[in-house]
């Protein structure tokens, strides 16, 4: 199994410009779960997906920020227009059932927004 | 970027020696937990969970405790390696609700 698989590794962009963070779920997975990693605030969930459906995006900080699943392989993220504030660590996860099942996290994109 | 961040509990030991990494959880209705290991500049990753139904559980080298009673989840890594060098986070999760992780505690080892 690959695992989740995420891109870009790094991302480096200037404040204003559009980022789309890219995220492949381990097949069979039928959730799929996007956080953001801080030193401040640790992980943090912003929004998760069941069967491409998105259920709660009550962690999605403003406007600037939207997901997507078209499929059942491939989710994006995507931040218009980013802020400095925005630089962190963002990792998709999936998972087979939305409790008591361990979630499988890919490697994450770091992002700097100077 | 940020200046401040947490400052996350540490754990020092000596190859060889057995790990114990605690993780106080705070609500009472969480029924599910899971220990994650996250190393420098990957994802984390799954380790071992637990029911709240059981009180102890066993994988490879290691051992999650669960002590409902005073809302207390602890790791043991036995004969720790270097590998074994990360940052250790626990979850929690109550049926209904988002998983909740902890600010994580690292663990050095020492050759």
């Known amino acids: 199994d690959a695992g989740v698989i995420q891109s870009p590794r790094h991302e480096v962009t200037e404040m204003g410009q559009e980022v789309t963070l890219r995220c492949k779920p381990i097949s069979g997975h039928d959730y799929l779960f996007w956080y953001r990693q801080t030193m401040m605030r640790g992980l943090e969930l912003l929004i998760y997906?069941?069967?491409?459906?998105?259920?709660?995006d009550s962690g999605m900080p403003e406007d600037r920020f939207s997901a997507k699943m078209p499929n059942a392989s491939f989710s994006t993220l995507k931040i218009q227009p980013s802020e400095p504030r925005d630089s962190a660590v963002y990792f998709c996860?999936?998972?087979?059932?939305?409790?008591?099942?361990?979630?499988?996290f890919g490697n994450g994109t770091r992002l700097t927004v100077t | 970027g940020e200046s401040v961040g947490l400052h996350l509990p540490t754990l020092s030991v000596q190859e060889g020696d057995n790990s114990i990494i605690n993780c106080a959880y705070s609500?009472?209705?969480?029924?599910?937990f899971i220990w994650y290991k996250q190393e420098s500049g990957k994802g984390p990753q799954f380790i071992i969970d637990i029911r709240s139904n059981m009180d102890k559980r066993q994988g490879q080298r290691v051992t999650v405790l669960l002590n409902k009673t005073v809302k207390h989840l602890s790791l043991q890594i036995a004969a720790t390696q270097p590998g074994d060098s990360a940052v250790y986070f626990c979850a929690e999760n109550e049926y209904g609700n988002k998983l909740v992780f902890g600010a994580g505690t690292i663990l050095r080892v020492k050759s």
């Open positions: 996860a999936s998972s087979r059932e939305r409790y008591n099942s361990p979630l499988h």
């Open positions: 609500n009472s209705a969480s029924d599910y």
């Open positions: 997906f069941n069967n491409n459906v998105p259920i709660d």
